[in-house]
């Protein structure tokens, strides 16, 4: 058993934490907001993850995990401590630094013993050295061993993940320090990488980087296929198809958000620029994948009176930046809702888990209605912009009646177009074409089943 600390009681620290108890560790999570730790004694999360609430519970009881706001006392009682603190974008592009170097410094102030610093939180390359530096400048004598030990946790798999990850990557400077992580991720049965600091933390980014160049790859091909009479999910399909390829996060639509995506790839862009290294792919990568929900609201206004959508009721189902998740960060949602407020619409939203994150952001500008079938009701136009598995299932012949305007503009492709043309909707999507004969791609492949863009955290 090893004592450990957790900094940082957000989606990567609250998952790790917990895993890390689960593997019989005794740790502490530690975050400075006092209403999320004292949430947290209380039995309530903060966050929605599929199977987290009752791993918590489980460990809480078994006395394996437990949480503070004290920095002193969370450095007092372990022996290793996870940094898994925000490193948020600045208006640069850069990363914010700041709260883990806040935290390295209480290490080097309040350590009275070695301590095994593993940085969990995505971190540019050289984060590692720059913190060594930190600790000269602490005057801190001792010899804290820093680990690169970056996530690759999916919201809304991110439990599963922990537990049958399909890489461990450990950066250290020395082999004693890489064994005692080997040790402590024993259990786990996964490829393990271990190399030098700053190749960690480049592993991160460039893995991000490399599953947002696929998606605005397949964003890119759906244009085409707009312009000509082409399916975007037979032809990455028969991309997919190729083993070197892969058919994960091939799937066209309103692209990425969350919290990782856009912003390592702006970090990664800061980086190579600062570097002097041309960061034009990636800049690329990011104008695409922002243009694609402006297509699809071009798309919808085109198929509506929107010079009389003053006081229109809209629906938009989905506000999370992908299922399985309440988070909203840089979910394409928020843009169409804005845009729809701004040309005067009556919009009413509904998402089954996200709809309290929504009322921090939206306010009292829409109407949060807990039932799907509610917001379509007398509806002059719907938009889905999260591919909830609700949404898949919802009764179409029933949604038909009960709209005012059978508009749905579909911003993850999740219906035939043909079935929805045969049943009377006028159907937006990105890339479908509406001219396949009788083909169902949705019975002709398995791709449009798979849980795809399942974005890392």
């Known amino acids: 058993m090893c004592r450990i600390g957790v900094f ?39 966050i929605y993850e599929k199977g987290l609430e009752a791993l918590i519970n489980e460990n809480v009881n078994e006395s394996r995990l437990s949480f503070t706001t004290s920095v002193e006392e969370i450095i007092e009682k372990s022996d290793i401590l996870y940094v898994c603190v925000g490193t948020p974008c600045l208006p640069d592009g850069s990363v914010n630094m700041s709260y883990i170097e806040d935290v390295f410094k209480s290490i080097c102030l309040l350590s009275k013993t070695k301590k095994l610093v593993v940085i969990k939180s995505t971190v540019p390359p050289q984060t590692t050295k720059n913190l060594l530096n930190l600790k000269e400048c602490q005057n801190c004598e001792l010899d804290h061993e820093i680990i690169s030990n970056p996530e690759f946790l999916r919201e809304g798999q991110a439990v ?64 085409v296929c707009d312009q000509t009479d082409a399916d975007v999910i037979s032809v990455m399909t028969g991309v997919g198809l190729d083993n070197r390829i892969g058919l994960d996060f091939l799937t066209a639509g309103l692209g990425f958000g969350g919290s ?11 980086a190579l620029n600062s570097m002097d290294i041309p960061s034009i792919l990636l800049e690329e990568i990011m104008r695409i994948n922002q243009e694609q929900t402006e297509l699809l609201f071009q798309k919808f206004l085109e198929s509506i009176d929107h010079s009389d959508l003053f006081t229109k009721k809209i629906a ?42 929504a009322k921090k952001i939206f306010k009292d500008t829409v109407h949060y209605v807990d039932d799907p079938y509610e917001a379509i009701r007398d509806a002059e136009g719907i938009f889905i912009v999260t591919d909830w598995t609700e949404y898949k299932e919802l009764n179409l012949i029933k949604v038909f009646n009960i709209a005012a305007s059978p508009i749905i503009a579909d911003g993850r492709n999740m219906f035939n177009p043909l079935r929805m043309k045969s049943l009377g909707f006028t159907y937006l999507s990105l890339g479908q074409s509406l001219n396949k004969g009788n083909i169902d791609h949705q019975k002709q492949f398995d791709f449009n089943k798979k849980e795809d863009n399942r974005e890392i955290i």
Do not use: W
């Open 8 to 46: 940082g009681a957000g989606y990567v620290g609250l998952v790790t934490g917990t895993g890390l108890a689960h593997l019989g560790n005794k740790v502490i999570i530690c975050d400075i907001d006092n209403e999320k730790i004292r949430d947290l004694k209380n039995g309530k999360i903060p």
């Open 160 to 223: 599963d993940d922990f537990f049958n990850p399909d890489r461990i990557v450990i950066g250290a400077s020395t082999d004693e320090a890489a064994g005692m992580m080997l040790k402590l991720y024993n259990e786990l049965n996964s490829n393990v990488i271990c190399v030098d600091n700053d190749s960690a933390e480049l592993i991160k980014y460039a893995s991000n980087a490399f599953l947002a160049l696929k998606i605005s790859f397949s964003n890119l091909i759906s244009r």
């Open 260 to 270: 990782c995506f856009p912003k390592d790839v702006n970090g990664l862009i800061h």
């Open 316 to 357: 938009v189902l989905g506000l999370s930046f992908k299922p399985d998740s309440d988070d909203m960060r840089e979910s394409p949602s928020i843009i169409i809702v804005q845009k729809l407020l701004e040309l005067g619409a009556d919009v009413h939203v509904h998402d089954p888990k996200a709809m309290e994150n």
